[in-house]
């Protein structure tokens, strides 16, 4: 017989495979739909994360990234063409330029799923959202550690 903590991780694994299938599904609408994919976000983060006296560059963007420039030149276009981002040229170096976020994200996330995560987050109190935290962040390591 199963004990009670069986079921309950047993139940946790099943919730996670769940949630890989509306992740994939997920990703499969947002590639028919050409919305901001997940490099789009991370690059949205990096620019709105970034200090007003220090705004982000497609230089640091492609660092943070791991990116080559020619992607990161088609990815700011893609942010420019959404209205996201707003390039101007570098204050203190002509040949550069700098990336902020558009007066309409400046204080939004990034694309619906992130309020939606925010939203559902808030339903958490304090406690349970560290263990659903260090459970998500333990999941994510032994991700990262698959090989490629």
């Known amino acids: 017989m199963a004990t009670s903590t069986q079921v309950?991780?047993?139940?946790?694994?099943?919730?996670?495979e769940d949630l890989r299938r509306a992740d994939a599904?997920?990703?499969r609408r947002l590639l028919?739909?050409?919305?901001?994919n997940d490099t789009d976000r991370a690059?949205?983060?990096f620019i709105i994360e970034?200090?007003?006296?220090?705004?982000?560059?497609?230089?640091?963007?492609?660092?943070h990234l791991g990116v080559?420039?020619?992607?990161?030149t088609s990815l700011i276009r893609r942010l420019q063409d959404r209205g996201q981002i707003v390039v101007?040229?570098?204050?203190d170096d002509a040949r550069s330029k700098i990336l902020r976020p558009s007066l309409r994200d400046i204080n939004s996330p990034v694309d619906e799923l992130s309020r939606r995560i925010e939203s559902v987050a808030e339903e958490f109190t304090d406690d349970q959202a560290a263990h659903?935290?260090?459970?998500?962040r333990r999941l994510t390591e032994e991700i990262d550690s698959l090989p490629e």
């Open 88 to 91: 101007a040229p570098h204050p």
């Open 50 to 63: 970034a200090p007003s006296d220090s705004p982000a560059t497609p230089g640091d963007l492609a660092a």
């Open 132 to 136: 659903v935290a260090r459970f998500l």
């Open 32 to 36: 028919a739909m050409r919305a901001p």
């Open 68 to 72: 080559s420039t020619a992607a990161i």
């Open 43 to 45: 690059a949205m983060r």
């Open 25 to 27: 599904q997920f990703t």
């Open 8 to 16: 309950t991780n047993s139940s946790l694994v099943r919730t996670v």
